[in-house]
């Protein structure tokens, strides 16, 4: 890539670890040219979600040299729904708005991205089957045909998302039953909106989705008017680089592959890409620093898919899952 030093590093996806990347890059004196795709008419609205993690958010917003910490809210306590059992419990993770929305993560650091000189180009589809060698990082998520292209062991998952106005503060409940199958459900409120995700990597279908629709009914009392269907991939190993490309955010694997929490992921790993434009060697060892456990949190998430495991066996699982956070570790 030395020989396009003096050209604008082209970014493909303008999600986080995209606009995270741009904006470190604008930090090293690089011109950016982000690709993104266009928004639909009321975006703002159709694509707002809330979404949770355990991190510390001082320390990322350190490491990240961003203040960010508008955008996270504190969640008090979660109840937690697991196997028939209701535990709730006090919690250590935060919530962030995400979508185009004036005060969503996305927003913020798109503000960011424009004050800095970052030019985001809009595209009607800015697929991966059109990169060209000037194209640098990719960090696309959870779009398939990038794992195709690049030859990346990935799993499909699929699941319904709603959403809906709402007055309650901070809010987070989690579910796991014999309708979310290998993965969970959650509930969490922020910014005045409810929003709700039930995902699976084997597979969700709409008996799973009446079963949860139930449940939210009879713990909750909440009953959201209009459901979405979602898919996507998630990889089973992790790159920085791959075919001459960096890849960046949920594509590169810095994601927590028992939960697939990856928000704080995709940002310190925009960080890494931008990183790697400038000193590859150095990038690649915080890129392994962060993905360390990936193959141990793998098995025990394969370790909670058995039948034969009783309930409170998983939730032994669940807690030594969280022994090995890399990112939420930072």
């Known amino acids: 890539m030395s020989e396009r030093k003096n050209l604008p590093v082209q970014i493909i996806g303008g999600g986080l670890a995209g606009l995270t990347a741009a904006i470190k890059l604008t930090d090293y004196d690089r011109q950016v040219i982000l690709y993104d795709q266009p928004g639909e008419p009321d975006s703002a609205e159709c694509y707002r979600s809330v979404h949770t993690t355990q991190f510390n958010l001082d320390k990322t917003c350190s490491y990240l040299d961003l203040d960010i910490t ?34 969503s993560l996305d927003h913020t650091l798109k503000t960011i991205a424009l004050k800095k000189g970052v030019v985001i180009n809009y595209q009607p589809v800015a697929t991966v089957e059109r990169l060209s060698d000037d194209k640098t990082i990719l960090a696309t998520g959870l779009n398939q045909s990038a794992y195709q292209l690049l030859n ?37 409120s922020k ?5 709700t995700l039930l995902f699976s990597r084997n597979g969700v279908d709409l008996k799973n989705l009446v079963d949860y629709q ?56 925009g960080r890494i890409a931008a990183m790697a434009v400038i000193d590859p060697p150095n990038a690649l060892r915080e890129h392994q620093r962060f993905v360390k456990n990936f193959r141990i949190k793998q098995h025990l998430y394969q370790l909670m898919q058995s039948r034969l495991l009783p309930a409170g066996a998983k939730i032994i699982v669940i807690f030594l ?3 090995f956070r890399d990112v939420g570790k930072l």
């Not at 006090?90 to 929305?101: D, H, I, Q, V």
């Not at 910014?191 to 929003?195: A, E, K, P, T």
């Not at 001459?244 to 995709?266: M, Q």
């Open 191 to 195: 910014n005045g909106i409810v929003y």
């Open 152 to 188: 990346i062991g990935h799993t499909e998952l699929t699941g319904y998302e709603a959403r809906m106005a709402s007055s309650k503060r901070v809010t987070l409940t989690s579910f796991k039953d014999s309708y979310t199958g290998r993965d969970f459900a959650y509930i969490a």
């Open 214 to 269: 139930d449940h939210l009914r009879q713990t909750t009392g909440l009953i959201f008017p209009r459901w979405s269907q979602i898919r996507g991939c998630v990889p089973l190993e992790h790159h920085l680089f791959k075919n001459d490309y960096i890849l960046a955010g949920t594509l590169s694997g810095v994601i927590d592959p028992f939960f697939l929490s990856g928000v704080v992921g995709a940002m310190v790993s």
């Open 70 to 103: 508008g955008c996270f809210e504190r969640v008090e306590s979660e109840t937690v729904y697991l196997y028939g059992r209701r535990i709730t419990k006090s919690s250590r993770a935060y919530a962030c708005e995400r979508g185009n929305a004036i005060g």
């Open 321 to 323: 899952h969280t022994l």
